[in-house]
Nanobody, 125 residues
Framework: QVQVVESGGGLVQAGGSLRLSCTASGLTFDDYAMGWFRQAPGKEREAVSCIRRSGGPAYYADSVKGRFTIFRDNAKNTLYMRMNSLKPEDTAMYYC??????????????????WGQGTQVTVSS
């Protein structure tokens, strides 16, 4: 049984930093592209970042480029995202997602096979 579990969310002031983690079990982690999505209240889910199986290249939404960094530790079956210079508009539920093999369109939620339950990030102004 595949499980994807996010952690690391919380409340932070604008300008602060957080590191999200996502641990996947029940699958061969090395075989999966991994992504982060987020959804704010009243808004559609949006893609934030993706990293391919081998660890590179990585993709980012324009809104987070230069502030967020995605990376993975295949030995630990864990995906991370370092978030710096957080803004109130980054407030959302953040979801981790896994896609087996090659991913054609990294920012399309339908590409992903497995999803976690999410971790809440709240940035106060």
């Amino acid at each position: 049984q595949v499980q994807v579990v996010e952690s690391g969310g919380g409340l932070v002031q604008a300008g602060g930093s957080l590191r999200l983690s996502c641990t996947a079990s029940g699958l061969t982690f090395d075989d999966y592209a991994m992504g982060w999505f987020r959804q704010a209240p009243g808004k559609e889910r949006e893609a934030v970042s993706c990293i391919r199986r081998s660890g590179g290249p990585a993709y980012y939404a324009d809104s987070v480029k230069g502030r967020f960094t995605i990376f993975r530790d295949n030995a630990k079956n864990t995906l991370y995202m370092r978030m710096n210079s957080l803004k109130p508009e980054d407030t959302a539920m953040y979801y981790c997602a896994a896609r087996l093999g090659w991913i054609a369109k990294w920012d399309a939620s339908y590409e992903y096979d497995y999803w976690g339950q999410g971790t809440q990030v709240t940035v106060s102004s």
